[in-house]
């Protein structure tokens, strides 16, 4: 698989990574060995680039990737995680102290002595606008706990704010068919920094997986159950922020403008792929099946796959500007 420079980390990943979210909860079950099945196939596939967070079934899925890389020595992947969630999302909250503290459990859920990439997961505006942030972070890669630093965000004026920051590696931000704003500033940003962009949510919470329809429901302790209206955190985190019946008209258009045998979901994967300043795409799996599936997607755009990426692209614009647009682009 393709590999692309890191951002500011001095590593090079695969354009298809793997989001862990789903390997430690709010998605319904996933056993453990499930779950190391998930992190074989995706990494057979080529994948060199995992992302997880600390409260991910409260440290369940960094431990589980610990034993999977302990398992696999010299398995040349990198881990990017995520802290601050494990508390409320109050400045306050953001200190050294608890950096240290959040770092050095992940460290110990990793099983490692230096964590590759560490980002702040969703933090308020004022912590990523605050010196003082960058100060403790950059103590930590002093220290050797850390390699290299990022942040997670929910809006592009975030993702501008941690873009300017000299020692930030990585930009982390939900970028998909639904959500376009990040095209306009963000990544022509980014890339002239030098920064690296992590797209999440890239398939819409599995909206384009083209596999839901209106009769489709979800477990109670999965997300897009509980957190439809933002109940429980961002709402832009559960089908991007999409209503979920709009979601699916989209999804027809989309799927109508593909030819035969090219599959939405990897077709959308492809399109985030081929957005000039993306590093890779993160997607979240919860089979071996749709890890292999996500990590074939970037063959979509070699020759010969019968895949043209530039009218998919007119596809989803057109469809954005029909249906989305309104709703979406100025709330994030």
């Given at each position: 698989?393709?590999?692309?420079?890191?951002?500011?980390?001095?590593?090079?990943?695969?354009?298809?990574?793997?989001?862990?979210?789903?390997?430690?909860?709010?998605?319904?079950?996933?056993?453990?060995?499930?779950?190391?099945?998930?992190?074989?196939?995706?990494?057979?596939?080529?994948?060199?680039?995992?992302?997880?967070?600390?409260?991910?079934?409260?440290?369940?899925?960094?431990?589980?990737?610990?034993?999977?890389?302990?398992?696999?020595?010299?398995?040349?992947?990198?881990?990017?995680?995520?802290?601050?969630?494990?508390?409320?999302?109050?400045?306050?909250?953001?200190?050294?102290?608890?950096?240290?503290?959040?770092t050095d459990r992940s460290r110990a859920n990793l099983g490692v002595d230096t964590l590759d990439l560490v980002q702040l997961h969703c933090p308020p505006s004022e912590v990523i606008d605050a010196d003082a942030?960058?100060?403790?972070?950059?103590?930590?890669?002093?220290?050797?706990?850390?390699?290299?630093?990022?942040?997670?965000?929910?809006?592009?004026?975030?993702?501008?704010?941690?873009?300017?920051?000299?020692?930030?590696?990585?930009?982390?931000?939900?970028?998909?068919?639904?959500?376009?704003?990040?095209?306009?500033?963000?990544?022509?940003?980014?890339?002239?920094?030098?920064?690296?962009?992590?797209?999440?949510?890239?398939?819409?919470?599995?909206?384009?997986?083209?596999?839901?329809?209106?009769?489709?429901?979800?477990?109670?302790?999965?997300?897009?159950?509980?957190?439809?209206?933002?109940?429980?955190?961002?709402?832009?985190?559960?089908?991007?922020?999409?209503?979920?019946?709009?979601?699916?008209?989209?999804?027809?258009?989309?799927?109508?403008?593909?030819?035969?045998?090219?599959?939405?979901?990897?077709?959308?994967?492809?399109?985030?792929?081929?957005?000039?300043?993306?590093?890779?795409?993160?997607?979240?799996?919860?089979?071996?099946?749709?890890?292999?599936?996500?990590?074939?997607?970037?063959?979509?755009?070699?020759?010969?796959?019968?895949?043209?990426?530039?009218?998919?692209?007119?596809a989803v614009r057109a469809t954005y500007d029909t249906h989305l647009r309104a709703a979406i682009h100025e709330r994030w």
């Open positions: 698989m393709q590999q692309r420079p890191l951002g500011r980390t001095g590593r090079e990943t695969s354009v298809v990574g793997l989001g862990t979210w789903q390997l430690g909860a709010d998605w319904g079950d996933v056993s453990e060995a499930d779950a190391l099945a998930v992190l074989e196939t995706a990494v057979n596939g080529g994948v060199t680039l995992l992302d997880t967070a600390d409260v991910y079934g409260d440290g369940r899925s960094e431990s589980i990737i610990g034993r999977f890389l302990a398992a696999h020595p010299g398995h040349g992947v990198t881990v990017a995680t995520k802290m601050g969630r494990r508390l409320p999302q109050e400045a306050v909250h953001y200190s050294p102290e608890n950096f240290r503290a959040w942030t960058y100060d403790a972070l950059d103590a930590l890669v002093a220290d050797g706990a850390i390699a290299s630093y990022g942040v997670s965000v929910e809006t592009c004026e975030q993702a501008l704010s941690a873009i300017a920051r000299p020692g930030v590696a990585s930009v982390q931000i939900i970028l998909n068919a639904f959500r376009l704003k990040p095209l306009d500033e963000v990544l022509p940003a980014a890339a002239s920094a030098g920064v690296g962009i992590l797209a999440r949510v890239p398939l819409a919470s599995g909206l384009l997986s083209g596999r839901y329809d209106a009769t489709t429901t979800f477990a109670e302790n999965d997300h897009r159950t509980y957190n439809r209206g933002g109940e429980a955190f961002d709402q832009g985190e559960t089908f991007s922020g999409v209503d979920f019946a709009v979601g699916l008209a989209a999804v027809a258009e989309l799927t109508d403008a593909l030819p035969d045998g090219v599959a939405l979901p990897q077709a959308a994967l492809a399109w985030i792929i081929a957005r000039p300043g993306l590093s890779t795409v993160i997607p979240g799996a919860r089979t071996p099946a749709q890890a292999r599936s996500n990590a074939d997607a970037a063959a979509l755009l070699e020759d010969g796959s019968g895949f043209d990426v530039e009218a998919f692209d007119a």
